[in-house]
């Protein structure tokens, strides 16, 4: 007979709920809060209370059946979370960071159902310094905002640049000789772009240690907006460690007919005392053409600083200064600032926060 396993606390903080013997659940979560200042040039500063700048804000729940044979199945709900207003999710997903079931084998890798992070997500996201997040993230120029493939190929609206619902997902097995890797399909269900309903195929595969790493990845998208062309994502990423100090690098590019944005990253993580500096610098160029109208010579630079003071293994606290420097007419800016920055215009931004993790 199966026994229930008790309530308990870990030493991490993590909260195990009652299940049978060979099986949990765990309750999970981060709340991130700081405070920050944006000013974009034309339009002056504002100051705000920021969620999720030095992790991403977020509650979740995951739990794991062993099976026997190597084999165990799985689920995996994690919701976004606004700390500053006491908000959650995303518009109408609750579980908008990750909603996936799984079944998975030790030998043969795991089969996942759902919502999560894209293959090229996957591929760049890890070699940002900064964790995609905050006013250092390496996502202030991976928007739907300024004329170019992004926006001709999803609108403002939902994209896959980051996450894919309705996914059919393959991940090799944990420890393959350094492999790594997955393919993720979705159907798009015969939806829209608004909807966030997007025909998706992605690719990623890797080779690495503790010390370095190489990895590539490409996805294309269809939905109303394409038509028949396909919507490009291309990454090729890496890093490398010595005494401690961590360099990493990635480009990326978009593409839907001639027009492309091109996107490079090199970042550096240092330790300093009880904590890291972090520096990184993010550059997006566009070349081609939208409707006939040229995009070349539009795009922007940003340089980002910060460091992160480790109080424990749970707690954190941390600051961030960054600027962005346009190009041509584009208007990229960073979160948290009044809207209408002059064309070819600067963004520059300073934040000070603290991290929980449970």
Not at 79 to 85: I, P, R
Not at 86 to 92: D, L
Not at 149 to 154: C, D, L, Y
Request: aromatic share 10%; charged share 15%.
């Amino acid at each position: 007979m199966n026994r229930f396993i008790p309530f308990v606390l870990t030493a991490v903080g993590t909260v195990v709920i009652p299940a049978m013997a060979n099986a949990q659940v765990t309750v999970f979560g981060v709340v991130d809060l700081a405070g920050r200042m944006v000013k974009n040039e034309g339009v002056g500063s504002v100051a705000s209370l920021a969620s999720g700048e030095g992790l991403t804000s977020r509650f979740g729940v995951r739990g794991s059946e062993d099976l026997g044979g190597g084999l165990s199945a799985g689920f995996h709900l994690e919701s976004t979370v606004h700390g500053d207003a006491g908000g959650a999710g995303t518009g109408s997903q609750f579980w908008d960071r990750r909603s996936t079931v799984s079944l998975s084998s030790k030998s043969l890798g795991e089969l996942r159902l759902g919502r999560d992070f894209s293959p090229t997500y996957s591929n760049w996201g890890r070699y940002d310094p900064f964790g995609f997040v905050g006013l250092g993230r390496s996502g202030t120029f991976i928007s739907g905002g300024p004329t170019g493939p992004i926006k001709s190929a999803f609108g403002t609206g939902p994209n896959t640049l980051v996450r894919s619902s309705n996914g059919v997902q393959y991940l090799l097995p944990a420890g393959s000789n350094g492999l790594q890797g997955g393919v993720f399909v979705a159907p798009g269900e015969g939806g829209t772009a608004a909807a966030g309903l997007d025909k998706f195929f992605g690719v990623r595969l890797g080779y690495g240690t503790t010390d370095y790493e190489v990895s590539a990845a490409t996805a294309t998208t269809q939905n109303d907006l394409t038509g028949n062309e396909k919507f490009k994502d291309n990454v090729i990423g890496g890093f490398f460690k010595f005494g401690g100090t961590k360099v990493s690098a990635a480009w990326r590019q978009f593409k839907i007919l001639s027009a492309k944005q091109t996107n490079v990253l090199v970042g550096v993580a240092v330790p300093a005392g009880p904590g890291v500096v972090k520096l990184s610098y993010n550059q997006a160029k566009l070349s081609g053409s939208v409707d006939g109208v040229d995009i070349g010579g539009n795009g922007a630079g940003q340089l980002a600083a910060g460091y992160v003071y480790k109080l424990s293994k749970r707690t954190s606290l941390y600051t961030t200064a960054s600027r962005v420097s346009n190009d041509g007419t584009s208007k990229y800016t960073l979160a948290g600032g009044a809207p209408g920055i002059v064309a070819g215009g600067s963004s520059s931004g300073f934040e000070v926060g603290a991290t929980h993790s449970f």
